[in-house]
Every structure is written in C-alpha cells, then in structure tokens.
C-alpha cells in the first residue's frame, strides 16, 4: 500500500515525469522494477557521474535494470525507493531542498552525502557513501563552541 501512495503522489507531482523525459533524453531504456519503481537503464549523460539516482519514481542507473534488482544490490534499490519517497512527500520542491542540503554536506566535510539530511534519511550505508567524516577545520573550531 505505502508504493501506491508513493507512486500516485510522484506521479501527480509531476516528478515521475520528469525522471521519464530524462530518461528518454538520455536515452536510456524503460523498465519496471519492485514497489512501483521504474528502472531506467542504460544512462548515458555525464551528470550526475553516480552509478545510479532517483527523479521521482524513477530511478536512473548507467548499468542495467538486472544489476540493480540483483539481490546484492538490495540495500542500494532501498535507498533510492526511500529517496522515491522523499519525492513523493516534496514533489518538485526535492530538488532546490536537496542541493541545499549537498552545499551544506560538503561545506562542513567535502562530501555531498555524509551531513545531507536527505541522504542520511536514505542511508548512508546503503547508498555506498561513508557514515562519516571529519568535520573541516573551521566546522570543528565552530562546533567546539
């Protein structure tokens, strides 16, 4: 029940659709996956360089659809359906709030992912990023105080 409500909502959200268009215009090849999820395989555009990534309920991957549904690759299909999630409860409004939350992530530890809420909530571990890194200097002097 809860991927239906998350597949209605991204789909009226308009975010769906706009992971489908990027899809076609990168000439990647629809395909569906688990949970409401649409796989798109086959990526070819340099940006973002991630092995995979999420634009409402799709999900975008360079590889294929089979190595994204293989059974080693679990955890990283549950990060990007909790990030299908996430689209679904922001809609469009994902995107401005998530490169927000990288520019403060990599502002504080030069990593997009370990200090980006919207990572964290997906799962650090399970999206292939560190749990955590060192604060930069000056992040570190301002935290101690």
Given at each position: ?145
């Amino acid at each position: 029940m809860r991927h239906r409500t998350r597949t209605f909502l991204t789909t009226i959200n308009g975010t769906t659709g706009a992971g489908l268009l990027l899809a076609l215009l990168s000439g990647a090849r629809v395909r569906r996956g688990r949970d409401g999820i649409i796989i798109a395989e086959g990526y070819r555009l340099r940006v973002p360089p991630n092995s995979c990534f999420t634009v409402g309920s799709v999900i975008l991957t360079r590889r294929t659809a089979d190595w994204l549904l293989a059974e080693e690759r679990a955890a990283l299909l549950a990060h990007e359906s909790r990030h299908a999630g996430q689209y679904a409860v922001l809609g469009p409004l994902f995107w401005p709030a998530y490169w927000l939350a990288c520019g403060w992530s990599y502002s504080l530890t030069r990593s997009y992912g370990v200090r980006n809420f919207f990572e964290r909530r997906a799962g650090l571990k399970d999206g292939g990023y560190p749990e955590d890194l060192p604060l930069r200097p000056w992040a570190a002097r301002w935290k101690r105080r």
